[in-house]
């Protein structure tokens, strides 16, 4: 049974997904001095997801003629496979969860890759990270040891999180994207390095790291306020009021952080969910401007979707991060 062209696109851009969660986990991006250009790591997924891609095929080749065995990964993915086409066929609905829990078997079959990905760029990263540090603060060679240590700790606690959510029975892809975002590389470095750094290096140390967080902060901010406002129009209040809710609600957030508008220093904001807080900064118009262009970008992505015999999952704004 050949798996259709259109199920095993959506098939590879999963395991694409399950991939990048690993990576993600490897401390790319997210701390300076990661090992390798963006250009460079791209090359190493896409290596990845030729050989992801291989392996479907062999494991439809396995379902076709060599007689898989009934309790075997192979036999239960070309078993979920032709059920999801079946069902496409007959036009009964296929979400994209449908398809996660079809791959799943193949996902776990692809483990030892993923170890093996994740041991190999994890010597890296932590290797280009400690020396970075090393450098700016001049370390010492048993403080080096003990940050390589932290890191790798750090790494396979991460790891560790990743497999036990992909292994888990119940996992829904909503919970892979999760996963995924909740990847924070550097959460309590500020901590290890206050214990091994004199007063002085400790200080320039955090202060670094908060102009750091900071950027992000703002930068991932920005970019939803200009996303907003592409919509709604809002005015220069409206903008300062929306970048201060999505500003506190963001991991990189420190009440230490003054953030300030065009009208100066930004007050409080709506504590609670980011959303209907930004909601709520909304007048009449502008939230049924909102709402209507939601619901026009959710019919456009059904369409697509109903293109090749899929519906939308009910969280589909969550899953696109839409704002």
Known sequence: MKVPAALRSLILLILGLVIGGAGAVLFQDSIPGAAGSPEERADKL???LKRAKNRIAALEDT???RGARPSSPAQTFADGARSIAEDIREGRPVT????FRTTKPLL???APLFDRMRIRQQREVIDSMTGELARKYHL???????LKGWFEQKAEAEAKRWTEVLAADGTRLEDIIRASRDV???EGIDRFMAGILPLEKAVAFRAERMAERAERLQRDADMKVQRIDSIVRLDEAQRDQIFGIMARGSRDYDPAMVL???GGEIGLTPPGDVKAAMMATLRPEQRAAYEAEQLRRREAAQKDAQAIGLTLPADWEMLTESF
């Open 46 to 48: 896409e290596t990845e």
């Open 63 to 65: 379902d076709e003629g």
């Open 96 to 99: 994209p969860d449908d398809i």
């Open 108 to 110: 776990r079959d692809l």
């Open 140 to 146: 010492t060679l048993p403080q080096q040891t003990a």
């Open 184 to 186: 924070q590389p550097d």
């Open 260 to 262: 300030e508008g065009a």
